[in-house]
């Protein structure tokens, strides 16, 4: 028994060291790590008892005084960066150095974790092994940076060969498929990037689906054509975000719907009837919100909607606005397709710093009138300095064939030199209810929230349609800037903010000449100059 004392005390040792790690790095469960320690405490303790001769020669040794004094600096060293990593972790801080901000969160996934008022559980079916385990790592570092803004935010992932039954719950019917979870609803993605998640995000937690309605009848774009001109991707966007879209036929419909949230008229070719106007009329002036974009009467004409904006103080301008600055000269673009980088503030707007959005063909839109107390209007977008609205344009094709080739010139008597204002934004007290009449208010015009938002009129007007159309919507800022609109009209001020960006590919453009020099400096000169060096020092020593 003698004998086997010390083998007690080093066995006791070695698995209170084994317990201790298991308990700090969670290799184990927290009760095995416990169990493993006291088993180790309890060897120990039994080693003191049955030769405490040889413990207590071991404390009076100088050695072991020097030796604790050691151990317990050792220890507070290490309880000090344990509670400096406490408090790192807790209250930690990211940087992100690179140009583009690759490594961040755009300012809508920000803004959606900030706003997130109830749980979402992220659950990613990847296989453990292969090209998959990359993946898994990927979306582990994209849902850690969606952690750090929000603690409501919590994720695991399964692999479902070795977890069929769990696979089989959440109906996975491939590899790769990230579910969402909250409050009863689930939404299925398969595509690893930060607009997918954050669009499921939204998806999950919207209380409720906002409807938009598409006016058509009269030459306006269609959400449901893929070609140039249609606006599906729009749709696209729009149904990212949690909102029903669909068309709107006044000529079938005596009245907009009830539960219409946003109207958007893109571009009508030909005038609305009288019955069409009125019904328009009557949904704005009981608070409803609606998105009229006009095209200028160049070659093709336009609808006029100057008699319906005449009461909400908006001035179409009879012309096209000119732009001859740099912009003009990039591929694919001319001196018809202003830049725009002027953002008035405005809530729309406020986001949209340093983004530049492309018009072609584009009329001004202005205020007639100043605000005043029951309406505010606007500008929330102008073109540069070096553009000008210009008065003297062909209105027709025929107008076109009989001027030959249209060139624009800056007419200082006839044309506005730039900036031109080319959409304004109006909030107005609806002209047919009064806050006594809550009572009597649908649900749409209540909007969801009453509680949170006072009933108002809401009206964008865009003197071009085409820059949000299946060509153009691509461009830079066009998106964000559609996209601010309508989530403004809809009330959802959350959402206003620039979409998920991708990373950018960087590339640096070399002309011929610099290729060689840099050739011949590296390629050349610098194995020359070391072999130089070289002969030198052996030289030297030799």
């Known amino acids: 028994m003698k004998n086997a004392v010390p083998t007690i005390g080093y066995l006791g040792l070695i698995i209170l060291l084994t317990g201790s790690y298991l308990y700090v790095t969670d290799t184990a469960t927290q009760s095995t790590s416990l169990i493993t320690i006291l088993i180790g405490l309890a060897l120990l303790a039994t080693f003191a008892v049955f030769d405490w001769e040889t413990v207590k020669n071991l404390l009076d040794r100088r050695s072991t005084r020097y030796g604790a004094n050691a151990a317990v600096m050792v220890l507070v060293l290490i309880g000090i960066l344990t509670f400096v990593n406490l408090i790192g972790s807790r209250y930690s801080k990211r940087f992100d150095t690179t140009a583009t901000q690759r490594f961040s969160l755009a300012d809508l996934t920000v803004s959606v974790l900030e706003e997130l008022k109830q749980g979402v559980h992220i659950v990613g079916f990847f296989r453990s092994t292969g090209a998959e385990a990359g993946l898994q790592h990927e979306l582990n570092d994209m849902l850690n940076q969606y952690q750090y803004h929000s603690n409501h935010i919590s994720y695991e992932f399964i692999d479902p060969d070795r977890e069929p039954s769990l696979a089989k719950q ?34 999950v937690t919207r209380e409720g689906q906002k409807t938009i309605y598409f006016l058509e009848g009269h030459g306006e774009h269609n959400i449901n054509l893929t070609d140039q001109t249609g606006y599906n991707k729009i749709q ?17 419909e005596s009245d907009v719907p009830e539960d219409c949230n946003v109207l958007i008229i893109a571009g009508s070719k030909n005038n609305l009837l009288a019955g069409e106007q009125a019904a328009v009329r009557n949904y704005l002036e009981r608070g409803g919100r609606a998105l009229i974009m006009v095209n200028p009467d160049f070659l093709t004409e336009s609808a006029d909607f100057s008699s319906l904006l005449e009461s909400w103080k908006v001035k179409i301008g009879d012309n096209i606005v000119v732009d001859r600055s740099a912009v003009g000269r990039l591929p694919g673009m001319d001196e018809f397709m202003p830049a725009v980088m002027q953002y008035p503030p405005h809530a729309i707007t406020r986001t949209l710093g340093g983004t530049v959005s492309f018009f072609p063909l584009v009329r001004s839109i202005e205020p007639a009138a ?14 540069g300095p070096r553009s000008w609205a210009e008065s003297a ?3 027709t094709r025929e107008a076109a064939e009989e001027m030959g080739d249209y060139t624009p010139e800056l007419d200082s008597n006839n044309d506005e030199p730039g900036p031109i204002p080319i959409a304004v934004a109006i909030t107005a007290a609806p002209r047919t209810l009064t806050r006594q009449d809550m009572t009597t208010l649908t649900p749409q015009e209540i909007a969801l929230r009453p509680e949170e938002h006072e009933l108002k009129t809401r009206i964008v007007v865009v003197g071009n349609s085409t820059f949000a159309d299946n060509t153009n919507i691509g461009l830079p800022g066009n998106s964000d800037l559609m996209m601010n609109i309508v989530n403004w009209l809809a009330e959802e001020e959350d959402l206003l903010a620039i979409r998920p960006k991708s990373s950018d590919t960087r590339l640096i453009q070399i002309s011929l000449s610099q290729m060689w020099d840099i050739f011949i400096l590296t390629g050349v000169l610098a194995p020359i100059g070391i072999l130089i060096i070289g002969v030198v020092v052996w030289w030297k020593r030799k």
């Open 393 to 395: 344009f062909p209105k």
């Open 236 to 252: 696209q966007l729009l149904q990212n975000q949690s909102y029903i879209t669909t068309s709107l036929s006044l000529l079938t």
């Open 170 to 203: 959440y109906n996975i019917t491939a590899y790769g498929t990230i579910v969402f979870e909250s409050t009863g609803k689930t939404e299925h993605v398969t595509r690893i990037n930060e607009e997918t998640i954050t669009n499921a995000l939204v998806k």
């Open 370 to 383: 100043a605000s005043h107390d029951t309406l505010e209007i606007q500008i929330i977008a102008m073109t």
